[in-house]
């Protein structure tokens, strides 16, 4: 399982008409979904939530919705109001400067704490970024 993970590109197949993926064929991956063949990505499907007509290949399939792009954000805005991230740093400065590396999309890093019983591993605290502004102004 984890070889298919980290090797996508062999023996994957459509996941809607089942076509194998050969070498030089464009193929398309669908976040939550999986691969569809150049035929399918571009076919045109109606978004789940919002009914939109759009090429299979720019939705995202999410709890098993197919969304567009537009839908995507806004339920994603409703789902996630912070995260979390582990960085492992000697010390606060780096550690610091990893942690807003690597803060996820569209969210602020609001903390960076060493984790307990640790030395070299912290914690950095994250908020989305509409809930940060609202928080602040
Ligand atoms: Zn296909
Ligand atoms: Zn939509």
């Known amino acids: 399982m984890l070889g298919h993970l980290s090797k996508p590109e062999a023996g994957a197949?459509?996941?809607?008409?089942?076509k194998e993926m050969r070498k030089g064929e464009q193929f398309h991956y669908i976040t939550g979904f999986g691969y569809v063949c150049h035929s399918c990505g571009i076919q045109g499907v109606e978004c789940d939530s919002c009914g939109a007509k759009v090429r299979r290949m720019t939705?995202?399939?999410?709890?098993?919705r197919s969304l567009c792009l537009t839908c995507y954000r806004r339920e994603r805005e409703t789902g996630e109001k912070r995260a979390m991230r582990?960085?492992?740093?000697?010390?606060?400065?780096?550690a610091l400067g990893m942690a807003l590396e690597s803060a996820p999309e569209g969210f602020k890093l609001i903390g960076l704490r060493l984790k307990t019983s640790s030395k070299d591993m912290w914690q950095a605290e994250y908020e989305r970024e509409d809930i940060f502004e609202m928080r602040c102004s």
Not at 13 to 18: F, L, P, Q
């Open 86 to 94: 582990e960085i492992k740093s000697a010390d606060i400065q780096s």
């Open 13 to 18: 197949s459509c996941r809607v008409c089942g």
């Open 59 to 64: 939705l995202t399939v999410l709890r098993g």
